[in-house]
């Protein structure tokens, strides 16, 4: 890849139940490997090693780190006596693309506010932040969560119904920038999706 390239780079396929990233960096790359927790047996760091080498890059060499993602996984309390949980440790990554920067500020600004409204004494207003989260973003990660359940069980098909199609790029662009909602879009997805595989599994 051209140092210069701008393009961020996604694999679905070498990883059961998960995806690659390669990231270009000034001064490099950020490789990455996401599975689910449902993933199975795999060697995660040689499929990784795989993925580079399709960039000429070797991984032998470089440090690696590991971490767990907190994915939402159903509302819950996000309160208690005096205080809230925000950000990755009220586990609001998003379930199908691990994104969980814009919800760990989302809920750091509703966070924010909350507190100001306490400190002004009105009463409710910690147990009126998790139901906020619960409404403005618990809301669209059930549809999700429905989208990673179905697209990580099929992902070729997703990858060729999904992924490929310059629409659906721009859609999930939209969404990840927050001008679509999940909502809107992903009843539709899993139809298609559901519909293919059915079709494809009687020939
Ligand atoms: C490999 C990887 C790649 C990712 N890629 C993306 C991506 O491309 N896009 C995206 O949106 N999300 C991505 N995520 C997820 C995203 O990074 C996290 O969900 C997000 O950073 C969580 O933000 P946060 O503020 O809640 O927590 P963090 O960013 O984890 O911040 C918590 C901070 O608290 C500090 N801390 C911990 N304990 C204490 C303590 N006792 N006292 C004081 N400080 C403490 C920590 O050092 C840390 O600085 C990725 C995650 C991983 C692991």
Known sequence: MNQT?????FEFGMVNR??????????GYSFGIAAFSN?????LRKILADYAQLF???LSNTPHWGHPIS???GNQ????HNALLAGEAACLVDPFTAEGIRPSMFSGIKAAQAIDEALQGKSNALE???QTMAQEWGKEMRWAQGLADTFYSF????YRLGVKLPSASQTMGKIITGERKYSDVVQRAIKRLTFFRASSALG
């Not at 309390?77 to 208690?80: N, R």
């Not at 992902?155 to 997703?158: C, F």
């Open 5 to 9: 390239e701008r393009r961020i780079h």
């Open 18 to 27: 998960g995806y690659l990233w390669n990231f270009p960096k000034a001064d």
């Open 39 to 43: 993933r199975g047996a795999q060697n």
């Open 56 to 58: 000429q890059v070797d």
């Open 71 to 73: 994915l939402w996984n």
């Open 77 to 80: 309390k996000l309160h208690t």
């Open 128 to 130: 009126t932040y998790s």
């Open 155 to 158: 992902p070729a098909l997703g």
